[in-house]
Every structure is written in C-alpha cells, then in structure tokens.
C-alpha cells in the first residue's frame, strides 16, 4: 500500500537526516490523516493517498509559480525539491508528445468545433488517460488543438 510506503520511507529519510523529504513526509502523512479523520474511515486507499498527494504538488506549483513571480529563487527552489518529492509517489505523468494523439482523438471522438467544446474535450481526454496526466498540461494542449480548428 502507498500509504506503507510513503511511512517507510519517512522513517528512512529520518534516519539519513534528509531534512526536506523529512519535513515534506510528515506534512504529507498529517494532510493524510485529516482526510482520514474527515471521512471517519481507518485507512486511505491507495487513491484517496493519491488525492491527496496531487493536491499538495498543485499547491507546490501554485506556490512556485508565485514565489518566482516574486523575486524569490531560494523559495521557488525549496517548494521544487518538495514537489518532486511527492511526484515520487504518483504515476508517471504522460508528456505533451504522448498526450498530442490523445487530445486529437478525443476532439474527434466529441466531434469538438472550437473552444466553446473545451469541456467536452477536456471530460474524454481524462476518461482516456486517468491519472497518468496533469490536467493543467492536458488543458493548455486542448486549447492549442481547438484554437487551430
């Protein structure tokens, strides 16, 4: 279980002294047990810890995206080296160039006409490929698509 895993590896990072993973871990493992403790249930599944993971690396590149926008290198850094972190523990994510076929297919499966489908795309694509792409680059590629029909 994920969950197994991720606790492990907590563990191992304490003891190697791995001072950012420790600290990433353990916010990690707390956001986890309040979702837990939210849902009164025992124990995440494996997709509930992956719920949870996908929304920390969002506020990760949120938090990225500002401090750069900022002035603030060293922070933009700390929050990248956290994010790549729990991206560990994700799928691999599929990149623009396997996502293109995809994102093509569904606008002629939908039989999309323009950016008023976008929905309509953006619903199918990530029925076809699940967990395995980041929505944010599923939505710019959708977009790119529609804007050239």
Do not use: H
């Not at 990149?95 to 293109?100: F, I």
């Not at 076929?101 to 795309?121: C, H, N, S, T, W």
């Amino acid at each position: 279980m994920l969950i197994d895993t991720i606790s492990r590896d907590y563990i191992q990072a304490m003891k190697q002294k791995e001072a950012v993973k420790v600290s990433t871990l353990s916010f990690l493992r707390a956001q986890m047990k309040n979702v837990q403790i939210d849902l009164k249930i025992d124990r995440l599944t494996d997709e509930q810890v992956q719920e949870v993971i996908k929304k920390q690396v969002k506020q990760r590149r949120d938090s990225i995206a500002q401090y750069e926008k900022g002035g603030r290198p060293d922070l933009a850094d700390r929050e990248t080296q956290e994010m790549n972190i729990l991206l560990a523990y994700l799928p691999a994510q599929l990149g623009e160039a396997q996502l293109r076929p995809v994102v093509r297919e569904a606008i002629q499966a939908v039989g999309a006409q323009g950016m008023k489908d976008m929905g309509l795309v953006m619903k199918e694509v990530l029925s076809r490929v699940g967990d395995c792409a980041d929505n944010r680059v599923v939505s710019e590629l959708v977009k790119k698509e529609l804007a050239e029909l």
